[in-house]
Each structure stands twice: as structure tokens, then as C-alpha cells.
């Protein structure tokens, strides 16, 4: 079993940047291919960044590509994901998600992903 627990969320102006980390505790995520998601008020959730277990391949949704950065430290087994040049539209909670015992992919379904945190609220003013 592992929990998630994400933080760094927070009011930003359009154009302004924010980090957001997703610890881990319970047991390693190093085996874990590890993703972010985020919800939108009368939205589903949809994806929005995806990293192998071993950090090497990651993956992003066209919407964010290039403005967001997702990384991970296995030592301190926690993720990250850096958000810059925000925009109103990227208003959501923030989820992050370990997927355990999967070869070295990303994952980019929310349902094949195990373990979910709480989730952060960010929100970009214009």
C-alpha cells in the first residue's frame, strides 16, 4: 500500500509558475510508473503528465507541452511537477498517481493507475 499526498497548489496570475510535489509513503514508488491528472469544476479528469519508474521517458498532454515539466526523485520518492506560463484553463484540482508493478512506460489512462493522492487546488487568475 502506498499513499500520496500532493502539495505546492495555490492562487497564481496568468503567466506565473508553481511547482507542485507528490511525496509518497507507505513503500518505494521507484518500482512505479507515476502520472498527474487534473479535474476541472463539471469536467472529467484528464491527464496531464506521465514518467517511467525510472524517470528517463516522460509524456505530456498537447495542452500543457512545453509549459509543464514533470520529474522525480526516487531518493526522496517524490514527484514533481513544475508549471509555468499559467493559464486560466489550467484551474483545477492537481492529482497525482502510482501505477506499481509495470515495466518502464508511461501511463497515461487514469484507470490503470492504483493509487491516487488527494489532490491540490491551482488556481490561475487572468
Known amino acids: 500500500q502506498v499513499q500520496l499526498v500532493e502539495s505546492g497548489g495555490g492562487l497564481v496570475q496568468a503567466g506565473g509558475s508553481l511547482k507542485l510535489s507528490c511525496a509518497a509513503s507507505?513503500?518505494?514508488?521507484?518500482?512505479?510508473?507515476m502520472g498527474w491528472f487534473r479535474q476541472a469544476p463539471g469536467k472529467e479528469r484528464e491527464f496531464v503528465a506521465a514518467?517511467?519508474?525510472?524517470?528517463?521517458?516522460?509524456y505530456y498532454a498537447d495542452s500543457v507541452k512545453g509549459r509543464f515539466t514533470i520529474s522525480r526523485d526516487n531518493a526522496k520518492n517524490t514527484v514533481y511537477l513544475q508549471m509555468s506560463s499559467l493559464k486560466p484553463e489550467d484551474t483545477a484540482v492537481y492529482y497525482c498517481?502510482?501505477?506499481?508493478?509495470?515495466?518502464?512506460?508511461?501511463?497515461?489512462?487514469?484507470?490503470?493507475?492504483?493509487?491516487w493522492g488527494q489532490g491540490t487546488q491551482v488556481t490561475v487568475s487572468s
Open positions: 514518467i517511467t519508474r525510472s524517470g528517463g521517458s516522460t
Open positions: 507507505g513503500r518505494t514508488v521507484a518500482t512505479d510508473a
Open positions: 498517481a502510482a501505477r506499481w508493478g509495470i515495466s518502464n512506460v508511461v501511463v497515461v489512462t487514469p484507470g490503470r493507475y492504483d493509487y
